[in-house]
């Protein structure tokens, strides 16, 4: 556990305490920074690791897809390339368009008219579902099934979740940039807000956490997403995930301000009153302490959640080494200390 002296910092503590123990799974961490003061804690069901649990890098999944959107709006502020550019030009920049084509923007925004997977991903995955079903998908797959999709909705006009749309992103990027993914990321993102303690690969015991099934006690291989990389490869230690998540909270001063705040901005609505607002990257809600921005992950053998709340200057981190099962409270119990409102519905839109 860290965290600075004062009331404050004892309130934090308690309430992470709670939430811990809330999590049934073998390794829980919770970390909240408020106003830049830090507070981690840490517990579980299992043995403790031989490296303290907030040294270890988890899994974060779908959370990764913050990061993709957050390459993509400092691509466009640095004048490199923009969102509006159709993402078939960038494989091929004599390829024919019809009317609608589906733009970077729409990749990442999910509004491509995508499904969430190629259709021939399936075949493939349904006997490694359990452990690595992306594995032998591999980017040059991904990019071929892009270029021969057909939108089921014409772009811009529809929001349904795709893994697919947002590892094509990954690949557009890449080819635009003439950089591999793992080290466009790296420089474009992960060098200049200083998380070293994250990376797009598993590094091994001692390094990375050790995912679990869903009965908590069976292990799980390390992930291996195979061409998805941009839609959920990131793992990172909770005070790298606070560092990226304060960066938020306070863009000032960091090389990527104008990105920051760039995702930061509504993008569209969506849902009954419109509740369900996004932004480049993140889903947005409304509390009555002002605005938060979330997202969560899952892999087969951990979770994630990441949130921020500027008007309280407040970011929270929560990860977990069991695989996600319905009545799994990692993320409504996250979602509630981030809110201060309480755990959400379950239309709330908290687990997307």
């Known amino acids: ?13 308690e309430a992470l305490a709670g939430a811990v123990d809330a999590v049934d799974a073998p390794d829980v961490v919770f970390g909240l920074s408020r106003d830049g003061r830090r507070t981690v804690l840490t517990g579980g069901t299992g043995r403790a690791p031989a490296v303290p649990r907030e040294r270890l890098r988890y899994e974060i999944g779908s959370a990764s897809k913050t990061f ?137 015991p001692g390094t990375d956490a050790t995912g679990h099934g869903a009965d908590g006690v069976r292990r799980t291989p390390p992930l291996d997403i195979g061409g998805f990389a941009a839609a959920g490869a990131v793992r990172a230690t909770v005070h790298d995930l606070l560092g990226y998540l304060e960066a938020h909270l306070r863009p000032e001063g960091h090389p990527l301000a104008g ?6 901005r509504p993008v569209l609505r969506r849902g009954p009153r419109h509740r369900h607002v996004h932004t480049l990257t993140w889903f947005r809600h409304a509390t009555d302490h002002g605005h938060v921005y979330f997202h969560s992950g899952a892999t087969s053998g951990q979770q994630a959640f990441l949130g921020f709340s500027p008007d309280t200057g407040t970011a929270l981190v929560a990860v977990s ?32």
Request: aromatic share 6%.
């Open 68 to 204: 993709t959107g957050l390459l993509l709006a400092h691509l466009e502020a640095s004048g490199r390339l923009s969102g509006a550019e159709p993402a078939a030009r960038c494989f091929d920049p004599r390829r024919a368009l019809g009317r609608n084509p589906i733009t970077l923007a729409h990749l990442i925004t999910h509004t491509s008219g995508l499904p969430p997977l190629p259709a021939d991903f399936y075949p493939q995955a349904v006997r490694r579902w359990a452990t690595n079903p992306y594995a032998h998908y591999p980017a040059d797959r991904v990019v071929r099934a892009f270029l021969r999709a057909r939108p089921r909705h014409r772009p811009g006009t529809r929001w349904r979740y795709s893994n697919f749309a947002v590892a094509s992103l990954g690949h557009a990027l890449s080819v635009a940039e003439a950089t591999p993914w793992d080290e466009l990321l790296s420089s474009r993102v992960l060098r200049p807000l200083g998380l070293s303690g994250t990376a797009l690969r598993p590094a091994g």
């Open 259 to 264: 990105a920051l705040r760039e995702v930061r």
């Open 1 to 13: 556990m860290t965290a600075a002296p004062g009331a404050g910092a004892v309130d934090d503590e």
């Open 321 to 352: 080494t069991r695989r996600f099962r319905l009545r799994d409270r990692l993320i409504p119990v996250a979602y509630g200390l981030l809110t201060d409102a309480g755990a959400p519905g379950r239309d709330s839109g908290a687990r997307a």
